[in-house]
Nanobody, 124 residues
Framework: VQLQASGGGLVQAGDSLTLSCAAS????????LGWFRQAPGKEREFVAS????????DYADSAQGRFTFSRDNAKKTGFLQMNSLKSEDTAVYFC??????????????????WGQGTQVTVSS
């Protein structure tokens, strides 16, 4: 699965953004998806994940209640709706896909394919 993340930008605290993760290839509908982010000088951290059908979604504590992960398998696209953004959300956001059968844990090594990142900057 080849992934292309987009939708990042510069926003103010409290604003919203929607990131998109567009995929190519026939494996999208059988892949679990995830979003990770990496701030300067920090390790890549888990943000959210969604199962193949969208029936299961998991969020990091920092994202719970503010972010919503969805997917449209017909359009081979995943979406991360981010509301009430905070300065600490500033990071490069990466989308990832897992072609393993088991639902991935919140670890980068559980994912098989990665897109390039998209920068999200939240000014306070």
């Amino acid at each position: 699965v080849q992934l292309q993340a987009s939708g990042g930008g510069l926003v103010q605290a409290g604003d919203s953004l929607t990131l998109s993760c567009a995929a190519s290839g026939r494996s999208f509908s059988v892949a679990h998806l995830g979003w990770f982010r990496q701030a300067p000088g920090k390790e890549r951290e888990f943000v959210a994940s969604i199962s193949r059908t969208g029936g299961r979604r998991d969020y990091a504590d920092s994202a719970q209640g503010r972010f919503t992960f969805s997917r449209d398998n017909a359009k081979k696209t995943g979406f991360l709706q981010m509301n009430s953004l905070k300065s600490e959300d500033t990071a490069v956001y990466f989308c990832a896909a897992s072609r393993y059968s088991d639902y991935p844990r919140s670890l980068p090594q559980d994912y098989t394919d990665w897109g390039q990142g998209t920068q999200v900057t939240v000014s306070s």
